[in-house]
């Protein structure tokens, strides 16, 4: 390191080349030209078992490099001087990276959390300084840091970066240390200027309270008789709370059907943007969803329509995102950057997968069950069909008294972890081991996990828990929380490099904490006697993961519009994505639902204030069904410790290793077809 930084301040007293300033959206002052000297000046030096490494290396830097960094003198020359061609050498600094990353992010980490902890916790009076500090983010400047002192560009001189598909097809023959250098040559891919970030933000924000902000008051709905069929007052945010209102009355013989068809008739409402403007967010008129007319005091008021106001937050986030794209490298789409970036999986082997699982024949045998259960034909909104939760058949008194009495508090908690790592078989040894690496605070909302960052830091188990002691239900989110912080210690002390520390993306350690989740009552040495929930429970992971496939399909082919038509007003993008629904719904819905043409799976959301986001949803499910087949017929403990030691591969050869086959739909399938069967 010393070699390294006394010969960036060479370079910088050798030539007075002044930097300029920063611009707005300022990109590379290196041209391919001087592209092409540095790496030939490098490779007639270091020969050409280095020619892969220089030429990577150079373009790389080349593209991150700011005239603020300074003139293309001091580019060659530092080229010049940094690179490294000795492999000890730069297993040297690779090391020194990775101890000097894992402080800082430790330390960071640390900041966040003793912060955040008046925010989070339970501990005392808050007060509104505390969400000042609680807002403080330590990284936000970390990056331009790195590019400052010039580390940014040893780093991306000399630990080239690869693409997804190199990944895909080199990366099954690289050891480990070859995976931890191609992990750290993905540190610094693309500078975005932060205006430009900025504005991502500003569209993000303003997208996000649109959305929190779009309540229906259910209770001022009317139907053709005039008829009110919901309590006064009562207001639903859209789509979440519609969606889980359909859900909850299937429980209702009496007017369920009748208040699920009324609320449909909203959401069709919503996503053609017929919706009256002023109905949103206010109770002021009665509005009937079917003849879409509105009234108030008695007589029909005439009201405008919303103005497309759903489809311009996309536009706007879409404008906002194609701005980075030029700064963004290979990945100069956001389709790219979410999917090749971010999930690891390219997009077109996403939309393979979900084709494969939504054309599925066990789609028909799980869609006929559901109209024996409801006798009658389905109707679009039974995508949210909620009559598969199996009653339990324990006794929920009898479970919270269970658990409030083993967990009074959060230092209960604390002290019994080890003893329910010992209940699914991990060694005394282990389980003390894995325990001392976790802490359980009491947290003010419904609880969290998060992670060290550092080793020698600990995770932390975020659980609400009642002055009465935990209910079964909140022991039962804190066992899924637990479930993360398992995977958050291996991933972290048992992985042999810092930099592959981590899981794949979020559905991977979303799928340890289903796994613990499931093992709930197990735990507390009870058994559920319902023959038919294990079943059960199957059926309704298949037909949730048919839903929200379909919207994650829906939610794709329009950013695949946007990119195509990137002047689309938002009218525009109002018919393109209901003619996109209306498709995926045709091609995989209409066929068991006997009905065509429906908007349905436009309503989510996470398509305004979160884009792509839909579809790492259903990755958790497809591993957590992939990982549960094949361990059960071996040690818990083992498999467990010895698929989340892997660290951060690519989702696939993480697959591959941990479970013989990358990640499938076919598990769930065979899994729902026998299910279906027994239940039968
Ligand atoms: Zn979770």
């Keep these: 390191m010393k070699k390294i930084l006394s010969a960036v301040l060479a370079a910088t007293l050798l030539f007075s ?37 220089i030429e990577r290396g150079v373009k790389q830097a080349a593209g991150l490099w700011r005239s603020s960094d300074g003139c293309k003198d001091t580019f060659k020359e530092f080229c010049q001087t940094q690179f490294i061609s000795s492999p000890d050498e730069l297993k040297v600094v690779f090391e020194k990276i990775s101890r000097n990353m894992e402080i800082i992010n430790g330390n960071f980490n640390l900041i966040t959390l003793g912060l955040l902890e008046p925010v989070h916790l339970e501990i005392g009076e808050q007060h509104a300084i505390d969400n000042v500090f609680g807002s403080f983010n330590p990284y936000a400047h970390l990056s331009e840091d790195l590019y400052k002192n010039k580390l940014a560009f040893t780093i991306a001189l000399n630990f080239p970066t690869y693409s997804l598909d190199e990944k895909t097809k080199m990366g099954a023959n690289w050891s480990r240390l070859e995976w931890a250098y191609a992990r750290l040559g993905d540190m610094f891919t693309s500078r975005v200027p932060a205006a430009l970030l900025q504005d ?57 059907l009748e208040k699920q068809r009324m609320i449909y008739q909203v959401m069709k409402r919503i996503v053609a943007q017929e919706i009256p403007a002023k109905v949103v967010n206010s109770e002021e008129y009665q509005w009937n969803p079917y003849s879409n007319k509105t009234f108030k005091d008695g007589e029909e008021v005439a009201l405008e329509r ?52 939504l054309s599925s024949p066990v789609v028909k045998d799980v869609a006929e069950l559901i109209k024996k259960r409801l006798g009658r034909d389905l109707e679009p909104f039974d995508i949210w069909y909620d009559g598969f939760k199996a009653r339990s058949s324990m006794d929920q008194n009898m479970l919270d008294q269970i658990t409030q009495k083993r967990f009074p508090n959060a230092a209960a908690m604390e002290k019994d972890l080890p003893n329910i790592l010992v209940k699914l078989g991990f060694t005394k040894e282990k389980s003390d081991y894995l325990a001392s690496k976790i802490a ?47 995977e958050q210690t291996i991933s972290l002390y048992d992985v042999d490099h810092y930099m592959l520390n981590g899981v794949p993306n979020t559905a991977f350690t979303e799928a340890l904490a289903f796994i613990f989740q499931k093992r709930d009552l197990f735990i507390l040495d009870m058994k559920d006697d319902n023959p038919e929930k294990a079943n059960l429970e199957t059926v309704d992971a298949f037909w949730s993961i048919y839903e929200i496939m379909g919207v994650g399909m829906v939610d794709m082919q329009v950013w695949k519009w946007l990119y195509a038509n990137p002047n689309a007003t938002a009218a525009e993008l109002r018919v393109a994505t209901e003619n996109i629904a209306k498709d ?53 403990p083992d498999e467990v410790q010895r698929i989340y030691k892997q660290g951060r591969l690519i989702p696939n050869q993480w697959m591959q290793q941990a479970v013989g086959a990358p990640v499938s739909v076919d598990p769930v399938l065979n899994a729902t077809a026998e299910a279906v069967k027994k239940i039968n």
């Design 200 to 256: 991502v933000t500003t569209a993000e924000t303003n997208a996000d309270i649109y959305i929190a902000d779009y309540n229906i008051f259910v209770g001022e709905l009317v139907n053709d008789n005039n008829e009110k069929l919901f309590p006064e007052g009562m207001k639903l945010l859209s789509h979440w709370n519609l969606r889980d209102e359909i859900k909850s009355n299937y429980a209702d013989n009496d007017k369920g």
């Design 440 to 486: 359980v605070d009491p947290a003010r909302g419904s609880g969290h996990a998060w992670g060290a960052q550092a080793k020698g830091d600990k995770a932390h188990l975020r659980t609400r828990i009642p002055a009465s002691g935990m209910n079964y239900k909140g022991y039962n989110i804190a066992v899924h929380e637990f479930g993360h912080n398992v």
């Design 584 to 636: 995926v719904w045709n091609k995989y819905y209409a066929p068991v639902f006997g009905i065509q043409n429906e908007t349905i799976l436009g309503i989510y959301s996470h398509m305004i204030s979160n884009p792509l986001y839909l579809c790492a949803y259903s990755f958790g499910h497809l591993i957590d069904f992939q990982i549960e087949q094949y361990i059960a017929d071996k040690s818990f």
């Design 306 to 357: 919303e103005p497309d106001s759903r489809y311009q937050q996309i536009i706007n986030n879409f404008k906002a995102l194609k701005e980075v794209d030029k700064f963004s490298g290979d990945m100069d789409t956001y389709i790219k950057r979410k999917f090749d970036g971010e999930m690891e999986i390219s997009q077109p082997d996403v939309e393979a997968l979900f084709d494969k699982y």
């Design 17 to 53: 080349c002044k930097p300029t300033q920063n611009s707005k959206v300022e990109s590379t002052n290196i041209d391919e030209t001087t592209v092409k000297e540095v790496t030939s000046l490098l490779k007639e030096k270091y020969g050409d078992e280095n020619s892969f490494r």
